[in-house]
Nanobody, 124 residues
Framework: QVRLVESGGGSVQAGGSLRLSCAASGFTNRRYCMGWFRQAPGKERERVASILIGGGATDYADSVKGRFTISQDNAKNTLYLQMNSLKPEDTAMYFC?????????????????WGQGTQVTVSS
């Protein structure tokens, strides 16, 4: 059973940085996808960044390109999201997600496993 546990959220002023972590366990496939999503109050959940595990490809939402970086540490089974130059509009609950099935392209990444989320609040 895949399990995802996020950490690293918090409150920061605009222009600051945070790093989110997602401890992952239970994967049986060697090639799959993971990502970070976020949901602000009153808004739909949106994809922030994705990564192809076993392939290395990454993809970002236009709103975070150049500011956020998704990465993984295979040895620690951990996914990261480094967030720099944070803006108040980045305030949201951030979720780690994964598709627990073989995936060979981020075009076909459809997460079916979710963490509980970690809150990020950016003040102006």
């Amino acid at each position: 059973q895949v399990r995802l546990v996020e950490s690293g959220g918090g409150s920061v002023q605009a222009g600051g940085s945070l790093r989110l972590s997602c401890a992952a366990s239970g994967f049986t496939n060697r090639r799959y996808c993971m990502g970070w999503f976020r949901q602000a109050p009153g808004k739909e959940r949106e994809r922030v960044a994705s990564i192809l595990i076993g392939g290395g490809a990454t993809d970002y939402a236009d709103s975070v390109k150049g500011r956020f970086t998704i990465s993984q540490d295979n040895a620690k089974n951990t996914l990261y999201l480094q967030m720099n130059s944070l803006k108040p509009e980045d305030t949201a609950m951030y979720f780690c997600a994964a598709q627990d099935a073989p995936v060979f392209s981020l075009k076909y990444c459809r997460p079916n496993r979710w963490g509980q989320g970690t809150q990020v609040t950016v003040s102006s």
